[in-house]
């Protein structure tokens, strides 16, 4: 399973926008760039997943380079409600319609604080 | 998307006892998991829960200490055993949401349980 590196915090001053990159140089072919945010007493909540250039969603955008050993997390015009952890995963597709197992491994996150 | 409820959302309890985690899913799901947050720490999976099959372990997770079952397709139990403080953490129940549109192995979490062991 390939590894990711991400910073252990940010901070952020409310409106602006975060950018948080995360390194995973072992990625496979089939392997998917997937984030969560998990925010103090609640489980993680996927946020967005791409596979390579950028994807965008109501909540984040997700931009990763044509080498796909690093992508990073966009949020536009931060709030105080998007205090949270940040997970960057790398999550393997194969097996996945085939019903295989597929183990999804959490890193150490990023840990954002928004200051007003 | 599944809801996930779990039950307790937090216990404490003593040294040596055991405690059972459930996780109830408002949909049928294939593939359920068990993660162990600790304080201050990211997530750590301890097993995956196939209805109608031994439950897979992973390294550093035992069957004896975290017994597990899964007798449909809507709900699972942990058991922490003969717990010491170490076994103090968040349990979080996960399913695989089966949406290849939405994506590859997303997954959705329960709010988790709070163990303290004293």
């Known amino acids: 399973l390939a590894k990711t590196t991400q910073p252990i915090s940010m901070d952020s001053y409310e409106g602006q926008e975060v950018n948080i990159t995360c390194s995973h140089n072992?990625?496979?072919?089939?392997?998917?760039i997937t984030w969560y945010q998990q925010f103090p007493s609640q489980g993680p909540r996927f946020i967005i997943q791409g596979y390579k250039t950028k994807v965008t969603n109501e909540v984040a955008s997700l931009f990763i380079p044509a080498d796909r050993k690093s992508s990073t997390l966009s949020l536009p015009r931060v709030s105080l409600s998007d205090t949270a952890v940040y997970y960057c995963?790398?999550?393997?597709?194969?097996?996945?319609?085939?019903?295989?197992?597929?183990?999804?491994?959490f890193g150490t996150g990023t840990k954002l604080q928004v200051i007003p | 998307s599944a809801v996930i409820s779990q039950k307790p959302s937090r216990d404490i309890c003593q040294r040596g006892t055991s405690l059972t985690i459930q996780c109830q899913v408002d949909?049928?799901?294939?593939?359920m998991f068990w993660y162990r947050q600790q304080p201050g720490q990211s997530l750590t999976l301890i097993a995956t829960?196939?209805?109608?099959?031994?439950?897979?372990?992973e390294s550093g997770f035992v069957i004896d200490k975290f017994p597990i079952s899964r007798p449909n397709l809507t709900f699972s139990t942990l058991t922490v055993s003969n717990m010491s403080p170490e076994d103090s953490s968040i349990y979080l129940c996960s399913v695989r949401r089966d949406e290849p549109a939405l994506g590859a192995n997303v997954l959705t979490f329960g709010a988790g349980s709070r163990l303290t062991v004293l």
């Open positions: 072992n990625i496979a072919t089939n392997d998917y």
């Open positions: 949909s049928q799901v294939t593939m």
């Open positions: 829960a196939n209805q109608g099959s031994e439950a897979t372990y």
């Open positions: 995963l790398v999550v393997p597709l194969h097996g996945f319609y085939s019903g295989g197992y597929q183990k999804v491994t």
